[in-house]
């Protein structure tokens, strides 16, 4: 009866850090930076999911990643699906309005949808880019932020690089 009451405990316990830790983090997964680039290159390098290897982290993590394209590449309709032995998905341009935002679909097999938005704005030194999920994650999930923005981060960090390359300006 004790083992039982001291696994109650600590289960309670659990539950209620993990709530709590929950109701401290934001369930809104958004990043933003600064590129030195005209907006025209940076929300083209966005657009073309052919370009994404050359940028986005996941492609560097999995050397294993089999990626098929279709629908009209550059823009609206395309979609890049892979296979991985991470898992499976894809992710899908719905919108442009150039050049001012990009929305899309982003899918992982067994999972729901994501819904991600890209907004582009001019400013002095180039453009700024802000790249967010559309819709908040559930608040028991509202720790997978911690995961998921270091990602945004470092594929926005690698955008900046190649659109700052000289040697990849097109």
Not at 45 to 61: F, G, P
């Amino acid at each position: 009866m004790k083992a039982v009451r001291k696994i109650l405990k600590w289960s309670l316990i659990t539950i209620i850090a993990f709530t709590t830790f929950n109701g401290f983090i934001s369930g809104k997964i958004k990043s933003s930076i600064e590129i030195n680039a005209p907006i025209e290159q940076v929300y083209f390098k966005v657009i073309d999911l052919q370009s994404w290897s050359t940028w986005t982290v996941w492609w560097q993590r999995d050397s294993t990643m089999k990626t098929k394209y279709n629908g009209e590449l550059p823009g609206k309709g395309s979609k890049i699906s892979w296979k991985s032995g991470e898992g499976n998905g894809s992710l899908e341009i719905l919108d442009c309005l150039y050049p001012e935002s990009i929305y899309n679909k982003l899918s992982f097999t067994g999972m729901p949808s994501y819904y991600g938005v890209w907004n582009f704005e001019e400013i002095e030194s180039g453009t700024k880019v802000t790249w967010e999920f559309r819709d908040e994650l559930p608040f028991f999930i509202h720790f997978m932020q911690l995961l998921i923005s270091p990602d945004l981060k470092e594929g926005l960090e690698g955008l900046k690089k190649v659109c700052e390359d000289k040697n990849s300006v097109e």
